[in-house]
């Protein structure tokens, strides 16, 4: 059955720490985990060019992505899940690991007809 | 330099075909070049015990995600593509591979405070 999703998109500004991959990568683990949901996989390139970051963790409660602009110490971050996961709690592990300055959240419901 | 980004959350009701990963895979990277996007990597998963799709286009101007619910003919797709790519023409190659009967769209700007 299906359980609306929250979707949450995170627009993060004044960040820090946005050229590293690995840690990254561990920190949306981490905020994964923080929000109880169950990873499937996940993927993390760097472009050459700005040392930025683009990413993904697929979850079986459906996905966060990062997008980095280190040049502009930006970063825009998505936590979509489904069902009882913990999107609030993922998203705060993320400002955290980012020390984001400054973060702009706009909370939308997905399939939000179905119910 | 940033480019602001357009992403477009998408609602896909009534849609058929949401259970074909190849499929689903083919039509994700056919919007990507639809919209004159750069494809980095993808992934798709398959639930066993519903069929349902979930999986990820990473770009070079952002990514293309996908979440379907077979028993609901429902899927969340979103498109987020900074820069010159055309978001609108991915989105379009999609609804048309699903067949969905209704889409309800949300169009946000991802770091609209850095213009």
Same mark, same amino acid.
């Given at each position: 059955a299906y359980h609306p999703g929250r979707h949450l998109l995170a627009d993060l500004y =004044?960040?820090?720490?946005?050229? =590293?991959a690995a840690e990254i990568e561990a920190s949306l683990k981490e905020a994964a985990q923080a929000a109880g949901a169950t990873i499937l996989m996940s993927h993390l390139h760097v472009f050459q060019s700005s040392g930025g970051v683009t990413g993904m963790v697929l979850l079986a409660e459906s996905h966060i992505s990062i997008h980095t602009w280190p040049e502009h110490g930006f970063a825009a971050v998505d936590v979509f899940m489904c069902g009882e996961a913990r999107a609030e709690a993922a998203l705060e592990v993320i400002r955290a690991a980012l020390g984001a300055g400054r973060m702009v959240v706009r909370r939308e419901v997905r399939g939000a007809e179905l119910t």
């Open positions: =004044d960040a820090v720490r946005l050229t =590293d």
